[in-house]
């Protein structure tokens, strides 16, 4: 059934940047989803990480009980390469996490118990091609409460050193050296963390049921920082998500109430980015420091936008169709951007109540725009290509049966006859643009 939608002013970084809408494609875009887990006891999270081979590694598991871990590895075009088994019998299928360490290895988090004696979250090592995977034996830490907790988290810290949090608690080290008694905060039902790739400060975030609950943000090391709990009573478990920037400041939080979507800059401010029943929100890193949001409601609304580098403008949102086969399912989504185009994964039920985490491949948008300076003989014009605002230098246009490349500002220029034209535009880890004009 649709239902209007409104999307509202966007996050402004700072007291200058300047301000940016949020602007709807006219229309769904058709996708194309491939099930990843389910359709029997899926698993409550995916680990997700891309090495630096391009290829991104998607753990998840399947089991209530006992669990089979496995790898499913994506190219960076969002193809299926191969999947291998991390562990069977596994006691539980609780949160994972991965994370691509400096030296080229893989190291999976996960929650629950290779036996009785190591409960709350193991890990595993594999090599960058995670063609098979070697649990580190005897180690465990965050005992039952770790085990049964809902999503956990890691990170890095600056000088590479791995950071979990599992229900409101985050230590580093594997294991950890010390846990905090009192974990950061009580009732956490899901733990997310991410690192200011400026200042390397490392933050918790999590949806709380503490007092009048909320979402819960604060910085844990390299020291404790300010703590807050968003005011969102209606947050849902998972309806959050924390992200931190390639190459530039600032932590994120995006999350969604059942009124509306929001994102918060741990330390500044939080804006509603649009207004609709949405209860799945998601942020992921893009290249040179932009964000890829993604957010929905729990029937068949998924919508997707990327930031610019500053990340105070957005492309066109792009409204997602969901499976084919589903219907009033989609519970929540975790995505991964940091090539460019974006590997989306949404958890959701299909018609025979049969959940699990699809995944989509989506490219970044860009407009192509014509600016005509008219001449005695024709017009000088200039086709600029730009990612909300910032110029997309290399693509290639293509018009008036004349093939050009856009510069470093994404401009190209070219003199043409009087007359109508149509342009077209092509940039690596982008849709095509085009544009019509008159000279």
């Known amino acids: 059934m649709h239902r209007p939608h409104r999307f509202a002013v966007a996050l402004a970084v700072s007291a200058a940047a300047a301000a940016a809408a949020l602007t709807a494609q006219a229309g769904p875009t058709a996708t194309a989803w491939t099930r990843v887990s389910g359709p029997t006891d899926p698993g409550v999270q995916l680990g997700l990480a891309r ?3 391009g290829v991104l590694h998607v753990v ?32 539980g299928n609780g949160g994972l996490a991965l994370l691509a360490m400096p030296d080229r290895t893989l190291r999976l988090f996960a ?17 960058e091609t995670g063609a098979s995977w070697t649990l580190q034996s005897g180690v465990s830490w965050g005992g039952a409460v770790a085990s049964a907790s809902g999503t956990i988290g890691a990170t890095l810290t600056r000088d590479a050193q791995p950071v979990t949090a599992w229900a409101g608690t985050a230590a580093e080290g594997v294991p950890p050296a010390s846990i905090p008694q009192n974990g950061f905060v009580a009732d956490q039902l899901d ?76 330390g500044g401010t939080s804006r509603t980015l649009a207004t609709g029943p949405y209860t799945s929100a998601a942020v992921c890193a893009g290249p040179q420091g932009r964000l890829w949001l993604g957010w929905g409601d729990n029937n068949d609304e998924l ?52 959940p699990g985490f699809w995944h989509t491949h989506v490219l970044a948008q860009f407009a192509l725009r014509a ?50 034209y149509a342009a077209t535009a092509a940039a690596t880890g982008y849709s095509p643009a085009s544009v019509h004009f008159k000279v």
């Open 51 to 53: 090495t630096a081979d």
């Open 60 to 91: 998840w598991n399947r089991g209530r009980t006992t669990t089979s871990i496995f790898d499913t590895r994506l190219s960076p075009a969002g193809k299926t390469t191969g999947t291998s088994t991390v562990a069977s019998g596994f006691g």
């Open 111 to 127: 929650a629950g118990a290779q036996t009785p004696a190591i409960d709350g979250i193991n890990t595993f090592t594999a090599p």
């Open 191 to 266: 733990s997310h963390l991410a690192t200011d790739a400026a200042t390397g400060a490392v933050v918790l975030s999590g949806v709380t049921i503490a007092g009048k609950g909320g979402l819960f943000v604060q910085k844990v090391l390299p020291s404790p920082g300010p703590a807050l709990v968003l005011p969102v009573p209606t947050v849902q478990d998972r309806g959050a998500s924390l992200s931190g920037r390639i190459g530039a400041a600032g932590v994120y939080v995006a999350y969604a109430d059942g009124k509306a979507f929001s994102l918060y800059r741990y």
């Open 303 to 354: 919508f997707v936008t990327r930031s610019n580098r500053a990340a105070s403008g957005f492309e066109p949102v792009q409204k997602l169709t969901l499976p084919q086969s589903t219907q009033n399912g989609l519970t929540f989504v975790q995505c991964e951007g940091s090539l460019g185009p974006l590997d989306l994964f949404a958890y959701v039920n299909d018609k025979a109540n049969a």
């Open 371 to 420: 600016t005509v300076a008219k001449t005695k003989t024709g017009a000088k014009v200039t086709l600029s290509a730009r990612d909300a605002g910032d110029p997309v230098p290399g693509a290639a246009i293509t018009v008036a049966g004349k093939h050009l490349k856009t510069d470093a500002k994404g401009q190209a220029v070219l003199a043409l006859k009087a007359g109508s």
